[in-house]
């Protein structure tokens, strides 16, 4: 969606609001396509004090898999996103200052990229999953452990000894 600023530029003041959705079903993370949704970008770009401030907004939901358990679920996704659109920049380091192009942004491309950043690395069923069990591949979330405790072998006499107690 590329959007035409001139008018903001140029007004004290003005503000836009803005209202779009992106497919990004394709987009493929770590092989697997998690954006089930279409993701809905709102937002606003104003001028303050001579300086265009661009506020956007962007939710869907995610198919995942947990890291840890294996288990399928969905989750709500949402992320804030704010930058300054200039037609030149005076600062050589600042990422939050993008470039007008003839007084046009691309405000999808910028959501997309936005969006594509703040994606989760690792993705958990909840913040307390108990995983899978390394021995017998149990899930401990719904079910305890069916692996025979193992003796540490430096402790095998001991236990031994205990065996012999009961």
Do not use: W
């Amino acid at each position: 969606m590329r959007l035409n600023v001139n008018r903001l530029l140029h007004t004290p003041d003005a503000s836009q609001e803005v209202r779009f959705e992106m497919d990004l079903s394709q987009l493929d993370f770590g092989g697997a396509a998690p954006i089930i949704r279409p993701v809905t970008v709102e937002g606003r770009i104003r001028n303050q004090a001579g300086v265009l401030l661009c506020q956007l907004e962007m939710h869907t939901t995610l198919h995942c898999v947990c890291d840890r358990c294996m288990e399928e679920f969905d989750a709500p996704k949402s992320v804030s996103y704010s930058c300054v659109l200039a037609e030149e920049k005076q600062e050589e380091d600042s990422d939050e200052i993008i470039l007008l192009e003839h007084d046009e942004v691309d405000l999808a491309e910028l959501a997309r990229d936005a969006f594509i950043l703040d994606m989760d690395t690792k993705t958990l069923c909840s913040e307390d999953c108990k995983g899978l069990c390394p021995g017998c591949g149990v899930n401990l979330n719904r079910e305890p452990c069916r692996c025979k405790k193992q003796v540490d072998p430096r402790l095998a006499k001991l236990a031994s000894l205990l065996q012999e107690k009961e």
